[in-house]
């Protein structure tokens, strides 16, 4: 595709229950990128996919967020037992390896997640 | 630890007033600095790098490493300008973007 896309671009849940989120990134961007966008919280780094593995997954605010990353494209954010405070915009980004010199993180639109 | 810090939640100005959005940053090697920008109903877009030394729809940023700064300004602000506007630092090429808190702009006749 043209860009980053992320689905659903809505959810709407129940607490408890698992939500996953998908990402499909740019063609040939190596680099994946997690944040999530909370009203004023600004962005909040999640994690970072480089292939598929993860060198910084620093940014996860507990074990029930996890992240995986197959083929090197698509990656899927799991949040298990939603809670309330997990609603937000989640949004995804690629990049050429690392970002290159130019640093350039191309953004999805993002799936914005109310848990009820 | 990397922190970038954006005092304003919301700057307002006139049209045709100059714009100056405020950024700092702690990191105690050298840091590459952006500025990202939201535009209303659309995606998180890259504005200008300091590397670049470029000025984007007439926005400039310098990197003052003594003050620890990378402030964008713009002199005369237009209508289209208004936005969400994130700096953001980055250690070095493989590694993540640590972004601010953001600041709204809004341009106002």
């Known amino acids: 595709g043209a860009g980053v896309s992320q689905s659903p671009s809505n959810k709407v849940t129940e607490k408890g229950k698992d939500v996953e989120l998908r990402c499909d990134p740019i063609s040939g961007h190596t680099a994946l990128y997690w944040y999530r966008q909370s009203l004023g919280q600004g962005l909040e780094f999640l994690i970072y996919f480089q292939g598929n593995s993860a060198p910084d997954k620093s940014g996860l605010p507990s074990d029930r967020f996890s992240a995986e990353r197959t083929g090197g494209s698509v990656s899927t954010l799991t949040i298990q037992r939603t809670q309330q405070e997990d609603s937000a915009v989640y949004l995804c980004a690629s990049s050429l390896v690392g970002g290159g010199a130019a640093g350039e993180l191309f953004f999805g639109e993002g799936s914005r997640l109310t848990v009820l | ?109």
């Open chain 2, 1 to 109: 630890a990397q922190r970038v810090t954006q005092p304003e939640k919301l700057l307002s100005v006139f049209k045709g007033a100059p714009v100056e959005l405020k950024c700092n940053y702690s990191y105690s090697g050298s840091p590459e600095l952006f500025w990202y920008v939201q535009y209303s109903r659309q995606r998180l877009q890259l504005l200008l790098r300091h590397i670049s030394r470029e000025s984007i729809k007439g926005f400039t940023a310098d990197l003052n490493k003594g003050e620890t700064s990378f402030h964008l300004k713009k002199p005369f602000a237009q209508e289209e300008d208004s936005a969400m506007y994130y700096c953001a630092l980055r250690r070095g090429t493989a590694s993540k973007l640590t972004f601010g808190t953001g600041t709204r702009l809004q341009v106002t006749l």
